[in-house]
């Protein structure tokens, strides 16, 4: 369908040695909701690892996807008082550490690259945050550099239900959901969190609550899918009405048909007349 686009976003580096490793991400947008796209953005979150962030921005969104290093990462890259300290990530100072250098990496490309201002900002990923440390952060960090109120979703256990190679069906206890991580936060409100499962039989849309564990072990038991759970957040938009107005696109468009059809009659009413004219005219001469 022409009004559904979707951008792919890919980084590359190196783990260890000379091999080269790529990632990629993929956002998928309605242009009837979030604007026609305007330009794309792709880079690494961390620089010695393959974490990439995708920043698109649209007419009326940015909308910024991402797959965040784990928070070890992020806290030995920042620079903060606790240096010399070892990361613990039950250590919320540590995790305000990660969840600030995340946020400001994001935020200095956002000041770079793109025109944010009047614009929803969606931010949607794997955050790594396993704790559930960085949304107070994010909060925070989004009043104080955008001036904007940040709305959260319901904190959700999505991550992570297999090892490397681990069979899901065989997981064992200690496989089991561990944590947070999988977000969508945006400048609009939500009304619903859930994990999406679609019934085989009866095609069936289940909504399954934030951490309702019991039921997330028993979808992984009996449906294929890979170490993390999807995650569908409803968010309430309503388009601005006065954006189709003025300079927009669809206030233009309104006036250039108007003028058409003025023109249109205008031009139909002289060749009438003319018409008219043409035959008074003809009749006197043959009589």
């Not at 969508?184 to 039989?201: G, Q, V």
Request: proline share 3%; net charge positive.
């Amino acid at each position: 369908m022409p009004n559904k686009k979707y951008i792919i976003g890919i980084v590359e580096g190196n783990k260890s040695g000379p091999k080269k490793f790529y990632e990629a991400l993929l956002t998928t947008f309605d242009t009837n909701i979030v604007g026609d796209f305007s330009k794309s953005h792709v880079f690494n979150i961390v620089d010695d690892d393959i974490r990439p962030c995708l920043i698109i921005e649209t007419t009326d969104f940015i909308l910024i996807n991402l797959h965040a290093p784990w928070a070890k990462a992020l806290y030995n890259k920042s620079e903060h008082q606790y240096k010399d300290i070892s990361f613990n990530k039950i250590n919320q100072d540590h995790l305000n550490i990660a969840g600030k250098y995340l946020f400001n990496k994001i935020y200095d490309v956002i000041k770079k690259e793109f025109l944010f201002e009047n614009k929803e900002i969606i931010f949607m990923g794997d955050f790594n945050d396993t704790n559930g440390g960085y949304l107070k952060v994010f909060k925070d960090m989004m009043l104080r550099k955008f001036q904007r109120q940040l709305y959260t979703c319901e904190k959700t256990k999505t991550c992570c239900i297999s090892e490397m190679g681990s069979n899901i069906l065989t997981a064992t206890e200690k496989l089991e959901m561990i944590g947070y991580g999988d977000y969508i936060l945006s400048t609009l409100k939500d009304n619903e969190t859930f994990i999406p499962l679609y019934d085989a039989n009866t095609d069936e849309l289940i909504k399954i609550k934030p951490d309702n564990n019991k039921i997330n072990l028993e979808i992984i038991k009996t449906n294929p899918m890979s170490d993390y759970l999807p995650l569908v957040v409803q968010l309430n938009f309503k388009k601005n009405d006065s954006k189709g107005k003025g300079k927009g696109k669809g206030g233009n468009k309104t006036k250039n048909k108007k003028t058409k059809n003025k023109e249109t009659k205008k031009t139909k009413k002289t060749k009438n007349k003319e018409t008219k004219k043409t035959k008074t005219r003809q009749r006197k001469k043959q009589i």
